[in-house]
Every structure is written in C-alpha cells, then in structure tokens.
C-alpha cells in the first residue's frame, strides 16, 4: 500500500518515464514559465493507486512533486524552483461549496465558481531566516500558517548561544526578509454558481488562497473551476481562540468556465429533439407561448413583446476587430408600463430561464451593486479590494433590472459604459481594473407620474421621455423599448381576468408543497420537453428552453449578405429622413441599424441557421417599427399589426398637408371647420387639429386674419 512519504519515488519515475522533455523545456524558461501543468487523467493512466493517493493526501505528495521538479532541472544544469499545477481532476472530486465539510478537509477537490472579490497582492514568507542578536546565528523556520508568524522560541545550543526568547537571559531575534523565501498570495472570495443555489436559500463564499503564479490571475465576475484543499483555521473572538473553525481552500490550479453556457449539458438525443422542434411550422408561436405562459397571450401588443424577450435570449453575434474594437450582440430590452401590467413577473420568468441570469432591483441597488466596487475590509486587512455587481456576475448571460428608473443619476451613469462597451472600468482606491459585463440587459421602469399621460400625435408633451424619469442618452442604449398601457377595454379586461383565474386553479397550494404532501410543479417538468398551458396548447418547459438556447448560442453564428444588408441599410435612410424634425417621434441613431441586425441574427438562430435571411431582416423592421410607433403613439394601430403606422409622417406634417391643399384649392384661405372635416378622413380629432394650427401659427407657418380662417404664410 502506497504512503505519502512513498511518493517521492514515485514522482520521479512518473517524471522520467513520461515527461523528461517537457521538464528540459520548463527548466530552461524559468522564470517566464513557473508551473508544470499536468492532466490528472495522465497520473492515473500511469497508476491508478498513486493518483488516489494524491486525491487523499495532496498537500504532502505535491510538495514532494515540487521538491522532485526542482530537483530535475538542478540536474539539468538549470536553478529553477517550479510547481506542479494538476487540472482536470475526475468527476467523483467535484464538490458543490455547500458540499464542502469537514470530511473534505485536505483532500484533493474541485469546485465550479463565479469569482466575487479579489484582494491586493501582497508577499508571504514561505521559509522565514532569523538572526539572533546575541550570537548572529540564523535559524530557518517553515511559515506553513499564512495568518500567523511563527518566531524562534529558543536560540538552538548546537552552533548558537542556547538562550531563550523570553525570560531570564533571553535573546531577540530579527527576521532577515531579504534572505527569506518570499512568494505572492492573494486572497480571493468565491461564489456558488446561481443555478446550483436552492430557492431561497443564500448562495455560499468561501475565501481562497491564491500563491505564486496564480495571484493576479483572476478577476471579479469570471466563472472558474478551482481545484484546491479545503483546510481548517480557528475562529477567533475577541482575540481568544474558539472550538469553532472557518473552511478556507488553499488554490492549487484553475481552469476558466467563461466559455458561453458551457454549464448546460445536451446529450445527442436532446440535440435530435432540438432540430426536431426547429422544423416546426409554428416555431416562432411555440416559443412565444413559452415566455411566461401565465401571462395572456393572444394580444398583438404582448405577442411582440414575448417575441422580442425570445431573440434576447438567443442574441445577436458579438464580433471583434483588427483594430482591437468589439461590437455588442446581446439585446437590451426596456419595459416602461403602468402599474399591475406584469412586468416584474416577466423579469422573474426572464431572469430564471436564462442561462447564467440573475434579477436585482434598481431602488435598492447601487451602482457598484449593478457594475463592480472598491470595497475596504474585505479580507480584514484595511486594504481594498474589487467585488463584483450584478452585471459583472451576469457576464455571458442575462440581468433583469426591475426598478430601473428608481436608480440615483449617479448609478445611472455607470450604467452606459456597462451597456454599450459592456465592460466596466474601476479606478478607486487605488486599484485600476477593467471587468466584462457582457450580458443583455432587460429593465423595467414605471411611467414619471405613476401612469402614462394620455399619448397623442403631434403633442410634445407626450413623447417618451417626458413620460420616464430616464435621460434620453440611457434610453438610446436599449434596442427596444416597450410601453404597455394599462388601457379600459371591456372585451380584453374580460379576456385577461378569466386568463388570470384559469392559472390560478392549475396552481397547487404552496403549505402542501412546504408540508411534503406533494412536491413542486415545475421538478415534474425536468425530463420533459413539452407542457401545455391554461389553454391546452403546447410550450416548451424551462430546462428545455434553457438547452434549446444554449445550444443555438453555442453552435450557430449567422452571417448577413448584400441583400439584408440592403434591406436593413434603406429601412434606416428612408426613417431618418421621414423623422428628421418630428416632435413626438423616437430619435433614429446610428445604433437602430446595429439592433435591427442583431434582432435578424437572433431570429436566425431560433431557426438554427448559420445565414440571416431576408425573412429575418424583415421581420427584425417590423419588430423596430412597432416599438417606435407605440413609444410615439401609445397603441398599436389594428390595421396594421407590424406596428408601421399608415401615415409615414406626423400629425403637424399631415394636418400642415392639409391646409396647403385647401388654400391651393380654395383661392389662398380655407376654413377652420374645413380642415376639421378634412382631419376627420385622416383619422385626427378636432383638438389635435386645434392644438397644431395653433403650434404652426405661434411658429409663423401659419397666418390668422380671423377667428376660424387660415392663411399660409
């Protein structure tokens, strides 16, 4: 049976027979390279006992290793002092950071994690040398505690002058920091990854402890597997030692996970089911009933809005250039709506079905919440270090920001650069850092005064941003901005009331869950691909739409060609100029083109296709127009669902239309009732009518010889 103090022997046979090259190599870069890299899977292929030994006794059989690496390269010719860093440890050492315990506790282990804080580097002092003042002989003392010194107790009689540290006759004794051993470390705090945390339950930290080559390696915000040995330090209360002990882990290597969704795992029958369903005829509706299926669907207005939160999951394609400049394809979506429309329960739905989603509340969110802080005291050492925000936490995925507009002007500000650039740059405390947040943002906010203002063409009073307490340049950064009214309709209140009564009874009661009498909902649904909602119609479960996304993430990258460029190209020249000074209408910026491509691109992957079509550049218009026509005009109109109005132009252009005709018909002078009558055809009431010829007179377009008679000037 192999023991720990054997496996010096042992490293060094597995050195020579397997990699006596790649040790040359290491010896002759070192310093530049430091570690050794090894794939545990090579171990046990070697010999299965001695790779068991190391998940058991790790910290004794690898610094054996070490000691046998430096010894080799001294053999080479070469002074080198290099550690061995093992990944890829087996499944069976996986442990979630709850699962970390006592029984854990220097053993070999891994673990999957989101970084949330980093310290400061600083040096630690692995072999300490002290001089004693009285004789000047140095003794050489191990450091294996990073929280506590360990000092000289007695100056040794055997080549020194024996005295003690304390007492009668004693001597003191200086550390000689210049001749000791010195490495970095840094402190760092993990996290539980979010989909492994149980619902309503806090997601687990645990401090690691990063040396060497390893410090200053990782980031705030970044998903990591950490293989490394829990080990135990006393709990300390008011200076005196307690029964009680803190978990730390002790880094040994790591491997970054921030490749996109890399979490989910498909199987090739699930990939079948996947192809399967994209074939449908009614793949779009399907995953439109998919999207919160307790909320109605039916509605033209809602059908759109759950089809635009469909193509912010998939996303666009983000792309990178020679230049060093990088464009966003994630989507970012803005609800503005009136109380009670469902909002905050599609943002839930939202945040809980993507992949690496999480959901915060901007009222009580700060800005270093949202993005990423300079915080002191992290690791009690007065210093400060880097924790991430809910953006940085949310990078590859989704953020659902409820709340938004209730966030000060100062925490709105961080927000542009996390959006736009999607990275965050710190520079407080002393700490210069840059941290992805590439993520798709969906907000929701309420109306400035509670609920929207009555919304009518022409009346500036009523553009969208008088309507939120958000500053336009923020609002530019969304592709899509939804306002849902809560409007009076008898035949829709009906409609919306038997759907809500309907969810409500296939519900089950929540004491019973709790009591153990039945188990939840939605665990029936894991191994399932499809449901049915209230109305008997299919929808695709949660962790199927999970794997059907990030499959589609993974795998398709669609490219556009001449044509939907285009289409896309004369859809934005043609709207720019017949916005260009309209009152009411949502400004058109360079930005608009860049969302309408990643909406195509999105709607490529729902198809699993690796090309945009023109179907898709046409379909991403229609979805840019309606959320323009309802955020100018308030409703969508029922002629024309896509949301493109029937006038290309605005009311004051219209009505300005009209009253040029009349006087060119009518000898240069027409009357107020004819252009009422005239209005009336076009679909304009009386006081918009009045409210414009009042506007063009004010601005001298118009002149008024008297009352109820109209002139151009």
Known sequence: ?????????????????????????????????????????????????????????????????????????????????????????????LQRLREISSEEVETFTTSEVIVTKVSELKPRIYDAIFTCTTCGHT??????????????????EIGGCG????????????????????????????????????????????????????????????????????????????????????????????????????????????????????????LTE????????SIIVGEDKMNWIKKSLVFQLLGGVARKYGDGTRTRGDIHILLLGDPGVAKSQILAFMGRISPRGRFTTGGGTTAAGLTAAAVRDAFNDGRFSLEAGALVLADMGLCAVDEFDK????????????????????????????????????????????????????????????????PPPLISRFDIVWMIQDVVDKGRDQRIGEHIVRVKRTGVPEHLIESGHTVEPDSLLKEQIYTTNVDGEDVITAEFFQKYVAHAKRTFHPESDDNVMKILVDHYTENRKVMEGETNSVSLTARSIEATLRMAEARARLFLRNYVTEEDAHEAIAMDGLWRYVASAGNINPQDPTGV?????????????????????????????????????????EETVDRVLNNMRNRGDLYQPRIGLWRMN
């Open 407 to 470: 966030m000060s002007t100062d925490d709105r500000g961080a927000m542009h650069e996390a959006m736009e650039q999607q990275r965050i740059n710190i520079n407080k405390g002393g700490i210069s850092a840059t941290m992805p947040t590439r993520c798709a943002v969906l907000a929701a906010a309420n109306p400035r005064d509670g609920r929207f203002q009555p919304i009518s063409w022409g009346d500036p009073s009523t553009f969208l941003h008088k309507q939120i307490d958000l």
């Open 163 to 282: 005295r003690p540290a304390s007492g009668a006759g004693r001597t003191r004794f200086d550390l000689r920091w210049e001749d000791s051993k010195l490495i970095n470390n840094q402190w760092m705090e993990v996290q539980e990854l979010p989909e492994n945390v149980k619902p309503g339950s806090q997601p687990v930290r645990l401090s690691v402890l990063a040396e060497a080559e390893l410090a200053g390696k990782h980031v705030p915000g970044e998903r990591i597997r950490i293989n490394g040995i829990p080990y135990l330090r006393t709990l300390k209360r008011g200076g005196s030692k307690t029964p009680m002990f803190d978990i730390y882990i002790s880094l040994h290597s790591s491997e970054r996970k921030n490749i996109p969704l890399e979490e989910i795992e498909i199987d090739p029958s699930e990939i079948a089911e996947i192809q399967k369903i994209a074939a449908r005829d009614d």
């Open 1 to 93: 049976m192999l023991h720990a103090h054997d496996s010096t022997a042992r490293w060094r046979s597995f050195f020579e027979e397997t990699c006596a090259n790649e040790i040359s190599t290491l010896a002759a870069s070192w310093p530049k390279q430091m570690a050794f890299s090894l794939e545990f899977s090579q171990i046990q292929a070697w010999d299965v006992p001695f790779a068991e030994l190391i998940l058991n006794h790790p910290r004794e059989v690898l610094r054996n290793a070490d000691t046998v690496l430096a010894t080799l390269c001294r053999e080479s010719g070469y002074e080198a002092d290099p550690r061995i860093r093992i990944v890829g440890l087996p499944p069976d050492a």
């Open 139 to 156: 003794i050489d003392i191990p450091q294996p505690n990073e929280l506590e010194l360990i000092e000289p107790s007695q100056c040794p």
């Open 286 to 293: 399907l995953f439109v009933r998919s999207i919160a299926p």
């Open 645 to 685: 109005p029937e006038r290309a132009k605005s009311a004051e252009r219209t009505i300005m239309s009209i009253v040029r005709n009349l006087c060119r018909e009518l000898d240069g002078e027409c009357t107020t009732i004819q252009v009422y009558n005239s209005g009336t055809e076009q679909g304009f009431d």
